[in-house]
């Protein structure tokens, strides 16, 4: 779909999500108001209000020491002024004055104690200027007032340093076309304020180089297009403390057993599980870890072509479970017949593999073939609002019942992904289809965390956040994560894979219950669309190094590394090593059987089809 139906989604998502939308009242009223337009899902009242607000201000600065809080547009850049000057002689000069726009609402005041900020967009509307320069937000980092200029806060008091007090870049986006509106993601920094990690003095727009102007609506310019501040949020009386597993902490939770032994999870308390029995371990990490001693792994396939199911050398490997990725809305676009076909190939998939009695694994994701509206690539589709996710994927869970794990997004971090961006909001899919998950009656269904690729951005030194930004979107531990290992397959290394294991090692804040690992995506490649040397590169590697791979991931990932990991799906049956596409976009083989070059069934049987079979067989 191109974009959901919001009423529909607040109708039928039962999301409990609700939208406060923040407008700046005109600094010159005789009584400040906010308009807060609160919609509400599952239930909740939907109201339009008007009501005493906050001081919510929008002002610009400008150099040497001008302030402006009632003007009718707000400018950021810098300006060029013709003045007549006088000193030794008079003359006229170009003076140019850089500006910025400062904005604040009150937050505080706008989402309730406690609730948990989902996603926070700042709209603008450009009424001119632009021509494609940069303008970035950054978090105001001291109290001002409607008295501020360029070198006061207030009245009384100076800027630390002129121009204003604030932050590093929290956001970026690039003014283009007068007559549009234009939007800076601050979910980060929003669910920062809620939280109290940080103080609400609003936000600073700047011209990175200040040297092209562009001007905004403000309040006073009119009521069409004042700035806007859209807070998505969860209010906190519908969040659970204790919600450590799958989004209702309770013994009559069906997401109390153990998707992977059937045995009930012991609670954080130590003295019943949460089936109500009595719990053997202790409260001792160690204890909890030996208790998972699952030496052998669940073995599974992923693949997204529903035709494995009638090739014979993948019923011959006996993997008992089985992965397929699709598009987080493709029961939706399937009916409205935006993608018939798909939604045949996924009806038909699922189908054959439950009737194979294969426990089938969905990780949802972006659009990826050229029916789909939003194709990637080449274009980079947005990541759905929360609310539209949990109504898309409910969709899911109603047509296929039988469907039991999931992952709320495929490689979330990978660059191709429109998630890649916003971790926050990654983090929020898990929350929503777990919740979802714990309501899904009469079969419950179990969600692993992450599905994250084996990037050094993950954890690493290069965008250490991405996981913990993650994580605060979660609410909570899960019982299990997944991830994909590619590149320390690769390279024969654990880095990454060893953080991570780290970093996920308890269900609970409180540190007792160990949680699981699935390998949800493993292969060793033969050929992989690169960027490097050359645009358009694909790599290939040898039957040496595949074979050489894929024994390291199976002996070392799937047997001796951490009992913790308790399921490994090796990608893909057959992958693809030749392309029509300029570049060669989607190549990706890293197949047990090779491509048919002639185009349909499936080709020869690769020494790696062999390995993994055998180890499914023999087992660690």
């Given at each position: 779909?191109?974009?959901?139906?919001?009423?529909?989604?607040?109708?039928?998502?039962?999301?409990?999500?609700?939208?406060?939308?923040?407008?700046?009242?005109?600094?010159?009223?005789?009584?400040?108001?906010?308009?807060?337009?609160?919609?509400?899902?599952?239930?909740?009242?939907?109201?339009?209000?008007a009501q005493p607000a906050p001081a919510v201000r929008d002002c610009t600065i400008t150099a040497p020491d001008a302030g402006a809080c009632t003007s009718t547009s707000l400018k950021v850049g810098t300006a060029q002024e013709k003045v007549y000057v006088c000193s030794d002689r008079c003359e006229w000069v170009y003076r140019y004055e850089p500006s910025r726009t400062l904005l604040f609402f009150d937050t505080a005041n706008a989402v309730p104690a406690g609730a948990e900020i989902l996603s926070a967009t700042l709209t603008l509307y450009l009424s001119s200027g632009g021509s494609s320069f940069p303008i970035t937000a950054h978090a105001i980092s001291r109290t001002w007032s409607t008295d501020t200029t360029w070198t006061k806060a207030d009245a009384a008091t100076a800027w630390t340093r002129p121009g204003g007090?604030?932050?590093?870049?929290?956001?970026?986006?690039?003014?283009?076309?007068?007559?549009?509106?234009?939007?800076?993601?601050?979910?980060?920094?929003?669910?920062?304020?809620?939280?109290?990690?940080?103080?609400?003095?609003?936000?600073?727009?700047?011209?990175?180089?200040?040297?092209?102007?562009?001007?905004?609506?403000?309040?006073?310019?009119?009521?069409?297009?004042?700035?806007?501040?859209?807070?998505?949020?969860?209010?906190?009386?519908?969040?659970?403390?204790?919600?450590?597993?799958?989004?209702?902490?309770?013994?009559?939770?069906?997401?109390?057993?153990d998707p992977d032994t059937g045995e009930c999870y012991p609670d954080e308390g130590g003295v019943l599980t949460y089936c109500g029995e009595n719990d053997p371990t202790d409260a001792d990490g160690a204890a909890g870890f030996s208790a998972l001693a699952v030496r052998t792994p669940k073995w599974g396939i992923s693949d997204n072509k529903a035709s494995i199911w009638q090739e014979q050398r993948t019923l011959g490997l006996n993997a008992p479970y089985a992965r397929l990725i699709v598009p987080y809305d493709i029961v939706y676009r399937g009916m409205t017949h935006e993608d018939d076909a798909y939604l045949a190939n996924v009806d038909a998939w699922i189908s054959r593999a439950h009737a194979l009695g294969k426990r089938i694994l969905v990780s949802f994701e972006h659009c990826r073939v050229a029916s789909c509206v939003g194709y990637l690539p080449p274009t980079v589709d947005s990541d759905p609002s929360t609310v539209d996710y949990s109504y898309a994927v409910r969709l899911f869970l109603a047509r296929y019942p039988d469907v039991q794990d999931f992952t709320a997004w495929n490689e979330p971090n990978n660059p191709h992904q429109p998630t890649v961006a916003n971790p926050y909001r990654a983090g929020t899919y898990y929350r929503e289809l777990a919740k979802l998950c714990a309501q899904r009656q009469p079969t419950p269904c179990y969600v692993a965390a992450g599905d994250f690729l084996d990037r050094p951005d993950l954890i690493g030194s290069h965008q250490p956040d991405y996981f913990r930004r993650y994580r605060n979107g979660m609410g909570g531990p899960p019982q299990q994560w997944a991830l994909h290992v590619y590149r320390d397959t690769k390279y024969g290394i654990t880095d990454e894979l060893d953080e991570f294991v780290k970093r996920t090692a308890y269900q609970t804040n409180s540190g007792k219950t160990p949680s699981r690992i699935w390998l949800t995506e493993q292969g060793a490649y033969r050929a992989q669309f690169v960027s490097t040397p050359a645009p358009g590169h694909v790599a290939t590697f040898s039957v040496a190094d595949q074979n050489e791979d894929v024994r390291w991931s199976l002996d070392h990932l799937a047997c001796t590394l951490s009992d913790r990991i308790v399921r490994y799906y090796y990608y893909s049956i057959t992958g693809k090593a030749t392309s029509t596409l300029s570049p060669p976009i989607d190549v990706f083989d890293t197949g047990l059987l090779s491509e048919n070059p002639g185009g349909g069934g499936y080709g020869a049987t690769r020494d790696a089809y062999d390995l993994y079979k055998n180890k499914i067989q023999a087992g660690c």
């Open positions: 779909m191109s974009s959901l139906d919001r009423a529909g989604a607040v109708a039928l998502a039962a999301a409990l999500s609700v939208l406060a939308f923040v407008t700046a009242s005109p600094a010159s009223a005789a009584n400040e108001v906010q308009t807060v337009r609160i919609t509400a899902s599952s239930g909740s009242q939907s109201a339009l209000s007090d604030f932050g590093t870049e929290v956001a970026s986006q690039t003014a283009r076309t007068a007559g549009q509106s234009y939007s800076w993601d601050l979910t980060a920094l929003v669910a920062d304020w809620a939280a109290g990690r940080a103080v609400d003095n609003g936000v600073l727009l700047q011209n990175d180089d200040e040297t092209k102007v562009a001007s905004f609506a403000s309040a006073e310019g009119g009521a069409t297009h004042p700035p806007l501040l859209a807070i998505e949020y969860v209010p906190a009386s519908t969040v659970s403390s204790t919600e450590a597993k799958d989004g209702i902490d309770d013994p009559a939770d069906p997401g109390a057993v």
